[in-house]
């Protein structure tokens, strides 16, 4: 019996040693936000053992600054290879083809200095805002493809629509077309191992961004690759919300019908959404790649849309899509409407909605009705009776299940993209958005927004104050966790 004791004592002192260190670490040598600091430092202390584990999955930080360095070093000489076509193409940012350009040029040029984000405006927009519309679009470039196919996603499956895309890329492959697809360690982990065989076997290659340690089983829960992204022959590119799998086609028992909003480009933006691809296979295979470049074909259509590739990580020295997210609000004139899964504003989003709804303007967030990860649906419904209060009119989507993360500014400015309006897409995620500069594009979003709000109840003032003590404790302890979700 004494072993028994002695050995829970001895076990106990060595978490506490433990727990101290990692405070010790956290306090010195990360640096991190104090709200997030502090958070840390209540786990480790309250929680011994547990919060230990909790800190090394989900918080610890010490990596970051070594792998994205390196990231950025390697970044850099992608850069200055293409820094002669991107000058050429900026050039044009200062010879508006639209004179409505010139009222958001202090936005673009934000972008244009904290993301490299190049302006171009010779560019057509394709909206989906159904999985059915998306992966139908999507088959079809795949299907027209003749010289390469470029594809990255947060997470795929290898069910009925994942199988059909792959079969498809395999098929493209065997035509001799390049196949180069690159999902995620985490979002990529219920794809059966064998699923690319015989894309691979055709010449098609497969590149999986911060693998697992052990198949199957991800413990790095931050630094995922979140984007989603498809770039054909260097003239169509999509990016959006929806992720490859049955679920976005609405097939899910659990979520029912899937609300996400997707686009498909033709136009110079493609190749910045082709750079970012070719940026992100070569970190997660140390490969090459000379079809990757700031180049696309030049394709000249009826309309000229302006659009910004925003891109952000771990990795950016700017939060460039919360910035943009911020600047929309803060510029805004008019109205802001937004739709996004996962609603965890910081601090300075907070304080620009709250003064966006107290300035008189029409500022409408939507997010869905049930929750697909409780902590974080709990912590967004913390911060929504201050907004109300605020003049802020926020919905819940009872059709299913909203994934969409899109801004609406005004009647002219729209992004659409990765980023959910939480921390955790402003700070830990790989994520990319365009910025769309546009009056159709945003009478369309506008319009699906309306039709979304027919299915959508409004949280009024007088129910959120209704809400039970129980809820009132979920929001609370999931508030205090919210810049760790």
Not at 111 to 137: C, M, P, R, W
Not at 290 to 299: F, S
Request: with cysteine.
């Amino acid at each position: 019996m004494n072993y028994i004791v002695d050995g829970y004592m001895w076990f106990l002192k060595n978490i506490i040693w433990l727990n101290i260190l990692f405070a010790v670490l956290l306090v010195f040598f990360e640096r991190r936000n104090p709200t997030t600091t502090w958070l840390w430092l209540m786990v480790l202390t309250f929680l011994p053992g547990i919060g230990f584990l909790l800190y090394l999955f989900l918080g610890q930080d010490m990596s970051k600054k070594k792998i994205f360095e390196l990231k950025e070093e390697e970044d850099r000489g992608i850069r200055n290879r293409v820094l002669r076509q991107g000058q050429k193409i900026q050039e044009e940012v200062y010879s508006f083809s639209n004179p409505k350009f010139m009222e958001y040029e202090d936005i673009i040029k934000m972008h244009i200095l904290t993301s490299e984000a190049y302006f171009s405006q010779d560019n057509e927009v394709e909206l989906y805002f159904s999985g059915e519309e998306k992966f139908a679009a999507l088959l079809e470039s795949i299907s027209n493809a003749k010289k390469y196919i470029y594809i990255e996603y947060y997470i795929m499956k290898s069910d009925g629509i994942g199988t059909k895309i792959i079969d498809k890329l395999t098929e493209k492959a065997k035509e001799g077309v390049e196949v180069k697809v690159l999902y995620d360690g985490m979002g990529g982990r219920k794809l059966k191992r064998n699923s690319f065989d015989e894309m691979k076997r055709a010449g098609g290659e497969v590149a999986v961004f911060f693998p697992p340690f052990v198949p199957y089983l991800s413990l790095r829960i931050n630094y995922r690759n979140h984007r989603k992204i498809c770039i054909i022959d260097g003239e169509e590119a999509y990016v959006g919300g929806f992720n490859i799998g049955d679920e976005y086609l609405g097939l899910s028992k659990k979520f029912g019908y899937w609300r996400d909003t997707h686009i498909k480009i033709r136009g110079t933006a493609v190749g910045s959404l082709q750079w970012r691809f070719f940026k992100d296979w070569r970190f997660a295979t140390g490969k090459d790649n000379v079809q990757c470049e700031l180049k696309p074909n030049r394709i000249k259509g009826e309309t000229n849309t302006g659009i910004q590739i925003v891109n952000s990580g771990p990795d950016s020295k700017w939060p460039s899509i919360k910035d943009g997210y911020f600047k929309m609000v803060t510029d805004a004139r008019e109205r802001v409407y937004i739709q996004t899964p996962y609603f965890i504003p910081d601090d300075s989003m907070l304080e620009a909605l709250k003064v966006a709804g107290l300035s008189g303007l029409d500022v409408k967030v939507m997010i869905p009705c049930k929750p697909d990860h409780p902590f974080v649906y709990w912590a967004g419904l913390s911060y929504i009776g201050e907004l109300l209060e605020a003049g802020v009119r926020f919905y819940t989507y009872e059709n299913g299940f909203l994934h969409s993360k899109t801004f609406i500014m005004d009647d002219f400015v729209t992004s659409i993209g990765t980023a959910n309006l939480d921390i955790r897409s402003f700070k830990l995620n790989f994520e990319v958005n365009a910025f769309i500069y546009d009056g159709e594009v945003n009478r369309k979003t506008v319009e699906q927004f309306n039709l979304d709000l027919e299915h959508c109840k409004e949280i009024t003032i007088k129910e959120y104050q209704q809400r039970s003590n129980i809820v009132k404790l979920k929001e609370s302890v999931s508030r205090l966790l919210s810049p760790i979700l």
